[in-house]
C-alpha cells in the first residue's frame, strides 16, 4: 500500500493510514487514469470510498475481494482473521468488468467526472447476494430496507482490489464539522481527552438522546464525540442538513468537552453486525468507549409487526467483541420521562404512582404536519425549530395529486377541473403534467417498452418533486401501469412534501366505448403494439389514496371529492384563498 501519511497509535489503538498516493506521483497516475476504464460511483460507494481513503475503513486497503467478500459474510472476518462484520464491495455493470481482469486498473469519479481514485484490480466476482444477506442482515427479505437496497445492485458484479486515492471528495456543506481519524485523534490529544465516548445516530436528538449520552459521559469518565451518520440511512429518515444544523444547537448542552463531527456513512440497517462495524470505526476516530442502544443501526419492525432484531442483540455482539476491537462498549438503557421530576430516568427506576409521558415518531409527524406544538419536556426548542423549519404544517407544504387509470378513463378530464378549481381558489401555484403533453415536450424519444415507460414516469415524479419542493401544487395525469414506477414517483414527491395518489378506476369495457382515436380497436388489431390493456399489463394500485369511477361520475364531481380529500388531509384550508 502507497500511503503518504498515517497516524500514530494512541491508546494501543494500531494507526490509522491514508490511501492518498504520495503527491509526487498523484500527477503521473491521473495522466495515466485517462487511458483506463472507469466508472462512476454511487451515493454509497462515495461514502465507501472517502471512509477507505482517509483511514476511517482501516484496517481496509481497498474495496474487498471475492476471499475477503466469503469470509466476511462467513465468520465476520477478512481472510487473515481481522475482525470485520460488514461486506465493502464496489459493485459495476457487468460491461464494465468484462474487460477487467487481475492487474487491470479501474478509474473511481465522482457524479460530475473526477477522478478521486484508481483500483488496482485483483478480484472479479459475482456475489450470491440472497447468501450475503441472509448472512449479514439475518435475512433476504427486501422488506428489510437494508436488504432491498443491496438487492438493487443484482445484475452487477464485484471488482476488488487496492485503492490509490488520487484526492478527497469536496464537501461544500458544514466543511468545519468533517473531520477525518487523523484529524480527530489530533484534536482529541491537543485537548488532553485520553478518554472519549463516541454516539452513533441518524436521527434528530431530543431530550432522552441527550440525556443518554450526558449519563455515558459521567459514567466513563470521558469527553463526548457526537459523531452522526450523514450518508446514505434508512429511506425516510431526516435530511442531514436538519439534523446537523440541529446538533450543532445543542452542542452547548454538553459543555465544554464535547465534539461534532460528522461521519460520511452509507449505513446498512444490519442490527448487530452493523453495531461492531460502527464500534470499528469510532476506534479509529480516536473513541476509547462507544454508546450502543439496544436495537442499534436496527430498521425497526418487520411487516408482520416483529423486529428485525431481537432486543440487546446489538449490545450483546458489540460486548462480545469490544476487547478485540480495543474500545469499551456503553450500553445505552432505555429512558423515560417523568412528568412528577420532570427528569428522564430509566424505565427501572420509575416509582411507583409516577406519570410517564412517551411520544411516538408516528405522534411527532403528527404534530409537525397539524403545525402543533413539540413538548418541551420531549425535544429541546434548538431541535423543535429545526424540525419545523424543514417539515411545515401541510397547509405550507407541496402537494402531488397523481392520476393513474387506463387510456380512457377520465384521468385527464377530472385532472383538468381538478386544475381549475386550484385556480379559481388562488391557494397555490398549479403546474399541470398530462401524459400526453409530457410525452411531447419531455419525453418525446421513448417508446413504449416497460422500461421507457418506467423513465417516462420517472421524469414526471422528478418534475412534480421538484413543484413540491418549492410548495406548489402538481397535478400529474398519465397511464402509470406500473407499481414499482408509481412507488418511485411517490418516494421522491414525499421526500419533500405530499403525494396522493388517485386510481380513476373505470372499467376496461367503458375505456374502449369512448376511444375517439380507435385506439383499442387497432391494439386488438395488432396494429398498435404494447398498449396498456389489451397487449401490456395495468398493475392495479394497492395504495392509491382516492379511487374514482368516471362511468356516472359527472367530473366535477370528481374533482370536488379529491378536494374535499385534500382539505381533510390538512394540505388546503376550508375557505380558499379568494374569500379569506
Known amino acids: 500500500m502507497s500511503?503518504?501519511?498515517?497516524?500514530?497509535?494512541?491508546?494501543?489503538?494500531?494507526?490509522?493510514?491514508?490511501?492518498?498516493?504520495?503527491?509526487?506521483?498523484?500527477?503521473?497516475?491521473?495522466?495515466?487514469?485517462?487511458?483506463?476504464?472507469?466508472?462512476?460511483?454511487?451515493?454509497?460507494?462515495?461514502?465507501?470510498?472517502e471512509l477507505l481513503m482517509n483511514g476511517g475503513f482501516a484496517p481496509l486497503g481497498g474495496f474487498m475481494g471475492e476471499a475477503d467478500h466469503a469470509s466476511v459474510c462467513r465468520d465476520m472476518r477478512l481472510a487473515d482473521g481481522t475482525l470485520w462484520p460488514i461486506p465493502i464491495t464496489l459493485d459495476v455493470p457487468p460491461d464494465i468488468a468484462n474487460g477487467l481482469g487481475k492487474g487491470g486498473r479501474l478509474v473511481l469519479r465522482d457524479a460530475e467526472g473526477v477522478a478521486l481514485a484508481v483500483l488496482e484490480v485483483d478480484s472479479v466476482f459475482t456475489p450470491d447476494l440472497a447468501a450475503e444477506c441472509r448472512a449479514v442482515y439475518g435475512t433476504d427479505d427486501a422488506a428489510h430496507p437494508g436488504v432491498g437496497m443491496r438487492m438493487r445492485e443484482a445484475g452487477k458484479v464485484c471488482v476488488g482490489g487496492r485503492?490509490?486515492?488520487?484526492?478527497?471528495?469536496?464537501?461544500?456543506?458544514?466543511?468545519?464539522?468533517?473531520?477525518?481519524?487523523?484529524?480527530?485523534?489530533?484534536?482529541?490529544?491537543?485537548?488532553?481527552?485520553?478518554?472519549?465516548?463516541g454516539f452513533q445516530t441518524r436521527n434528530p436528538m431530543h431530550r432522552a438522546h441527550v440525556e443518554l449520552v450526558r449519563r455515558a459521559a459521567q459514567s466513563t469518565g470521558a469527553a463526548v464525540l457526537i459523531h452522526p451518520a450523514v450518508g446514505q440511512t434508512k429511506p425516510g429518515d431526516i435530511d442531514h442538513f436538519t439534523r446537523v444544523r440541529g446538533y450543532r444547537a445543542l452542542l452547548p448542552r454538553f459543555g465544554g468537552n464535547a465534539t461534532l463531527s460528522l461521519l460520511p456513512l452509507a449505513m446498512r440497517m444490519a442490527g448487530p453486525r452493523e453495531a461492531v462495524?460502527?464500534?470499528?470505526?469510532?476506534?479509529?476516530?480516536?473513541?476509547?468507549?462507544?454508546?450502543?442502544?439496544?436495537?442499534h443501526a436496527g430498521p425497526g419492525s418487520a411487516p408482520d409487526g416483529k423486529p428485525w432484531y431481537e432486543p440487546f442483540a446489538a449490545q450483546e455482539l458489540a460486548q462480545k467483541c469490544a476487547a478485540e476491537i480495543g474500545i469499551e462498549i456503553v450500553p445505552s438503557p432505555e429512558l423515560v420521562y417523568v412528568a412528577e421530576r420532570d427528569a428522564y430516568v430509566g424505565a427501572d427506576e420509575v416509582r411507583s404512582g409516577e406519570t410517564v409521558?412517551?411520544?411516538?415518531?408516528?405522534?411527532?409527524?403528527?404534530?409537525?404536519?397539524?403545525?402543533?406544538?413539540?413538548?418541551?419536556?420531549?425535544?429541546?426548542?434548538?431541535?423543535?425549530?429545526?424540525?419545523?423549519?424543514?417539515?411545515?404544517?401541510?397547509?405550507?407544504?407541496?402537494?402531488?395529486?397523481?392520476?393513474?387509470?387506463?387510456?380512457?378513463?377520465?384521468?385527464?378530464?377530472?385532472?383538468?377541473?381538478?386544475?381549475?378549481?386550484?385556480?379559481?381558489?388562488?391557494?397555490?401555484?398549479?403546474?399541470?403534467?398530462?401524459?400526453?403533453?409530457?410525452?411531447?415536450?419531455?419525453?418525446?424519444?421513448?417508446?413504449?417498452?416497460?422500461?421507457?415507460?418506467?423513465?417516462?414516469?420517472?421524469?414526471?415524479?422528478?418534475?412534480?418533486?421538484?413543484?413540491?419542493?418549492?410548495?406548489?401544487?402538481?397535478?400529474?395525469?398519465?397511464?402509470?401501469?406500473?407499481?414499482?414506477?408509481?412507488?418511485?414517483?411517490?418516494?421522491?414527491?414525499?421526500?419533500?412534501?405530499?403525494?396522493?395518489?388517485?386510481?380513476?378506476?373505470?372499467?376496461?369495457?367503458?375505456?374502449?366505448?369512448?376511444?375517439?382515436?380507435?385506439?383499442?380497436?387497432?391494439?386488438?388489431?395488432?396494429?398498435?403494439?404494447?398498449?396498456?390493456?389489451?397487449s401490456d399489463p395495468y398493475e392495479v394500485p394497492a395504495d392509491a389514496e382516492l379511487v374514482i369511477d368516471t362511468r356516472d361520475l359527472d367530473p366535477g364531481v370528481g374533482a370536488d371529492r379529491i378536494l374535499r380529500f385534500l382539505i381533510e388531509q390538512g394540505y388546503l384550508p376550508e375557505e380558499p384563498a379568494t374569500t379569506r
Open 3 to 49: 500511503t503518504d501519511k498515517s497516524t500514530p497509535a494512541r491508546h494501543g489503538v494500531p494507526p490509522v493510514p491514508s490511501l492518498l498516493v504520495p503527491e509526487a506521483e498523484r500527477a503521473a497516475l491521473r495522466t495515466a487514469a485517462r487511458e483506463w476504464p472507469s466508472v462512476d460511483l454511487t451515493a454509497r460507494q462515495m461514502c465507501d470510498l
Open 163 to 197: 485503492v490509490l486515492g488520487l484526492e478527497m471528495h469536496h464537501h461544500y456543506d458544514f466543511a468545519e464539522l468533517r473531520r477525518t481519524p487523523a484529524e480527530l485523534r489530533a484534536e482529541f490529544a491537543a485537548r488532553g481527552f485520553t478518554r472519549v465516548v
Open 277 to 295: 462495524w460502527h464500534a470499528i470505526l469510532r476506534r479509529n476516530h480516536g473513541c476509547t468507549h462507544f454508546l450502543v442502544g439496544r436495537d
Open 357 to 534: 409521558r412517551r411520544l411516538s415518531g408516528t405522534e411527532l409527524r403528527d404534530r409537525l404536519l397539524r403545525g402543533d406544538e413539540i413538548p418541551e419536556w420531549f425535544s429541546y426548542e434548538e431541535t423543535a425549530r429545526e424540525l419545523r423549519r424543514a417539515h411545515p404544517p401541510r397547509r405550507q407544504q407541496g402537494v402531488a395529486v397523481f392520476f393513474t387509470g387506463l387510456s380512457g378513463a377520465g384521468k385527464s378530464t377530472v385532472a383538468n377541473v381538478l386544475r381549475t378549481r386550484m385556480l379559481e381558489r388562488g391557494d397555490r401555484r398549479v403546474t399541470f403534467l398530462d401524459g400526453d403533453l409530457v410525452r411531447k415536450h419531455l419525453s418525446s424519444e421513448l417508446g413504449f417498452s416497460r422500461e421507457h415507460r418506467d423513465l417516462n414516469i420517472h421524469r414526471i415524479g422528478f418534475v412534480a418533486a421538484e413543484v413540491v419542493r418549492h410548495g406548489g401544487f402538481a397535478i400529474c395525469a398519465a397511464i402509470a401501469p406500473f407499481a414499482n414506477a408509481r412507488a418511485e414517483a411517490r418516494r421522491l414527491v414525499e421526500e419533500t412534501g405530499g403525494f396522493v395518489l388517485v386510481h380513476v378506476a373505470t372499467p376496461l369495457a367503458t375505456c374502449e366505448e369512448r376511444d375517439r382515436k380507435g385506439l383499442y380497436a387497432k391494439a386488438r388489431a395488432g396494429i398498435v403494439k404494447q398498449f396498456t390493456g389489451i
